[in-house]
């Protein structure tokens, strides 16, 4: 079993930049890729941006060049500094993790609120 925590959301004009904090613990050898999701009312979750256990990145389309995903180099926990933020990035946003063990997760954190006021 892995534990998500987010931490950092809150409010921000348009324009402005938060950062948010993935903390995992529990059963974290076995994590193979780590992230973010979110989720707007009305919308499907969408991916924001994922990185493996080898360092590759993968971003939504509607984030790239703005979001950046990092790790220390424990490899956790995981962050995501979001830049030039608009109001379509108002949502939840879901920590996310996989393991390399089958049949185990995928495993999501509670959530955090991001606004984005215009």
């Known amino acids: 079993q892995v534990q998500l925590v987010e931490s950092g959301g809150g409010s921000v004009q348009s324009g402005g930049s938060l950062r948010l904090s993935c903390a995992a613990s529990?059963?974290?050898?076995?994590?193979?890729?780590m992230g973010w999701y979110r989720h707007a009312p009305g919308k499907q979750r969408e991916l924001v941006a994922v990185?493996?256990?080898?360092?590759?990145?993968t971003y939504g389309h509607s984030v790239k060049g703005r979001f950046t995903i990092s790790r220390d180099n424990a490899k956790n926990p995981v962050y995501l500094q979001m830049n030039s933020l608009k109001p379509e990035a108002t949502a939840v946003y879901y920590c996310?993790?996989?393991?390399?063990?089958?049949?185990?997760?995928?495993?999501w954190g509670q959530g955090t609120q991001v606004t984005v006021t215009s």
């Open positions: 996310y993790c996989n393991v390399v063990h089958i049949g185990l997760g995928p495993y």
């Open positions: 529990g059963s974290t050898v076995g994590i193979s890729v």
């Open positions: 990185i493996t256990s080898g360092g590759t990145t």
